[in-house]
């Protein structure tokens, strides 16, 4: 956007109050800038947080309950909350594995407990069947070697 154009007076006091004018509106165009900027980073740290206690209290749940909790945090929810992987067994050879929730191909918007009947086991698709697979928890880092949806 091109900058105002601002006519200059033609008195000398005119001019010196107009630049003094233009002078403080700029200093205050920076100020609020510095403090949009400063509550951005503080609103961000938050929601991180947020996030993170979210994800928090759905492993919590899972753990209690032992099944896919509904409401669960999306997958950007769990990604922003320091949890990308996300632990999960196939429902019928117990074998475990991690997703890597940054790397799925589904809408971050998707929430986690939607994934447990998108989910499959290789080892088991081998032997020709398709189970759903169990979600466990989520993760701040693999735990399993092996990493087969």
């Not at 091109?2 to 205050?28: I, V």
């Not at 609020?32 to 740290?45: N, V």
């Not at 994800?55 to 409401?71: I, K, L, T």
């Not at 032997?127 to 989520?138: I, N, V, Y």
């Amino acid at each position: 956007m091109a900058p105002k154009y601002h006519p200059t007076p033609l008195s000398g006091g005119d001019r010196k109050a107009l630049a003094k004018a233009l002078g403080k509106a700029r200093a205050m165009a920076n100020i609020l800038a510095a403090q949009s900027t400063e509550m951005r980073a503080k609103g961000e740290a938050m929601i991180q947080q947020a996030d993170r206690l979210l994800c928090e209290s759905w492993n919590e749940r899972m753990w209690s309950d032992g099944e896919p909790v509904d409401p669960s945090p999306t997958i950007d929810q769990a990604v922003n909350g320091g949890f990308p992987w996300l632990e999960i067994m196939c429902a019928r050879c117990k074998t475990p594995s991690d997703v890597d929730l940054g790397a799925i191909k589904h809408p971050p918007s998707t929430f986690v407990h939607d994934l447990a009947s998108r989910l499959r086991c290789r080892k088991s698709a081998k032997a020709g069947r398709r189970p759903s697979a169990t979600l466990l928890q989520l993760a701040s880092q693999p735990r399993h070697l092996r990493t087969e949806p």
